[in-house]
C-alpha cells in the first residue's frame, strides 16, 4: 500500500476523513477480494461473532468480523509496517488494531446504512480512532458509496445522540438535511476517517454484491468497562 500524501493527511486533520486513491496495489486487492469470497460462502448466521450490537441483515447486508485470526495473509497486512505507518500518521501516536470486518452489500437488495459515527456504537468513553475503509470493487450511488459530513472533528470532538433503529438494524446519529459528500472510489481506493466521522453508505441495487474491508486502529486499547479485557482487540503495531 502507497503512503499517505500530505495533502491527503492535511484534509484528514481538517476535515475528518481523506480519500487515497489507487493506495492498494492490484496483489493485495486480489488476495482481500479472494478472502472475502471465501467468507461469503458461510452461513449469514455466523456473521454477528458474539458482538452485543447485531447489525448484520442476512444477505442484504453482512459483516465478516475478525477474520485476521484465521486468515495469516489478512493478519500479516493489517498488522503489517504500511498499514501501522499509515495508522501512525493519522493519529499521530502508536497504533492498537482494535476491530475489522468485510462489509458486503448483497445484489439488489443490499441495504443501505444509515448516518452514524463509529463512536456512537461504543457506550463508553474512549479516545477517538482511525477507521480504514477499502473498496474492494468499484463504489457509486448504485451499489453503496460511502458518503460523509465534513467537520473538524478536533474542533468539534463530540458524539452525537444516536437512536437504535429496529427495522433497519442499526444506530442513527443524524437525521438533518445535510446530504453530506458523496465518495464514489475505484476498488483499490483506501478512505481514512475519524471515528466521530458522521457517514453513511447507500443502498445496492445492482446485480453484484458491492464489497469493502474495514479496519480500525486506536490510539490507546479500548477495555471493556471496569476490566482489562480488550472491547474487541487490543493488538499494538
Not at 463508553?124 to 480512532?129: E, K, L, R, T
Not at 476517517?193 to 441495487?205: E, I, P, Q, Y
Amino acid at each position: 500500500m502507497r503512503g499517505i500524501s500530505a495533502q491527503e493527511l492535511e484534509q484528514f486533520r481538517s476535515v475528518g476523513y481523506a480519500v487515497m486513491p489507487g493506495a492498494l496495489n492490484a496483489h493485495v486487492l486480489a488476495q482481500l477480494r479472494s478472502i472475502c469470497d471465501g467468507l461469503l460462502c458461510e452461513p449469514p448466521d455466523d456473521d454477528h461473532g458474539g458482538q452485543s450490537h447485531d447489525i448484520g441483515r442476512g444477505q442484504d447486508r453482512r459483516f465478516l468480523r475478525h477474520r485476521h485470526r484465521d486468515q495469516p495473509a489478512l493478519s500479516a497486512l493489517i498488522l503489517g509496517a504500511e498499514f501501522g505507518e499509515l495508522a501512525r500518521r493519522c493519529l499521530e501516536a502508536s497504533p492498537w488494531l482494535f476491530n475489522e470486518q468485510f462489509v458486503v452489500k448483497g445484489p439488489h437488495t443490499g441495504a443501505s446504512f444509515a448516518w452514524h459515527q463509529d463512536s456512537g456504537y461504543l457506550d463508553q468513553p474512549h479516545a477517538p480512532y482511525l477507521s480504514v475503509w477499502i473498496a474492494l470493487d468499484d463504489t457509486n450511488a448504485e451499489n453503496g458509496a460511502l458518503s460523509v459530513i465534513p467537520r473538524d472533528v478536533w474542533a468539534e470532538p463530540g458524539i452525537e445522540l444516536h437512536r437504535w433503529d429496529e427495522y433497519g438494524k442499526e444506530r442513527v446519529g443524524y437525521e438533518g438535511p445535510d446530504t453530506g459528500v458523496r465518495l464514489d472510489a475505484a476498488a483499490g481506493t483506501v478512505v481514512v476517517f475519524s471515528s466521530l466521522t458522521l457517514h453513511r453508505s447507500s443502498a445496492n441495487v445492482t446485480p453484484k454484491p458491492r464489497r469493502a474491508y474495514l479496519v480500525q486502529y486506536s490510539p490507546e486499547p479500548i477495555y471493556k468497562l471496569g476490566t482489562n479485557e480488550p472491547k474487541v482487540f487490543a493488538k499494538r503495531l
